[in-house]
């Protein structure tokens, strides 16, 4: 089992750079977006920033949020194989989690679309568990990313 809440308390420390004000005004719109406009539109507000101060909070945000999602297991990339399980003389069927589209490391809106897509051999119901999931870690670590940055000094 994985402990979320850890991951998301040492995403939130990575979130805030060389510049708490910066990385604070960041995580306080990035919170609003998410939470009033979903997973995608996240990464779009992520992708559009264009000041520079700006460009790098929204670059902090995400490579601690792409690391956190992916030590969740949220990402879409196949799970480390399990340890051998014990034979109890009945066959059993293990799968790694199907894999999402790559996406580069700068594309952030495409990583925050392939989020939000249902996965080959995935059911709908499955698919929005996932989602819903993965809103509620996202949005857990930018609120302890919040309280790190007035801890920094912002």
Do not use: C, W
Not at 24 to 37: D, F, G, P, T, Y
């Amino acid at each position: 089992m994985v402990n979320l809440e850890a991951l998301a308390a040492t995403a939130a420390a990575r979130m805030v750079g060389p510049d708490a004000g910066a990385a604070q005004r960041m995580i306080n719109k990035s919170l609003l977006v998410l939470a009033e406009q979903g997973v995608f539109a996240f990464g779009l507000f992520l992708a559009s920033r264009k000041r520079d101060e700006d460009v790098r909070a929204a670059d902090d945000l995400h490579a601690a949020l792409r690391d956190l999602l992916a030590k969740a297991r949220l990402d879409g990339r196949a799970a480390p194989a399990p340890a051998p399980a014990r034979t109890t003389g009945v066959a059993s069927r293990q799968t790694a989690a199907p894999a999402a589209p790559a996406v580069s490391e700068r594309d952030k809106s495409a990583y925050y679309r392939a989020l939000t897509q249902q996965r080959d051999g995935e059911t709908e119901a499955a698919a929005i568990a996932r989602l819903i999931l993965t809103k509620q870690l996202i949005e857990i670590a930018l609120t302890y990313g919040r309280y790190q940055s007035r801890a920094a000094g912002a």
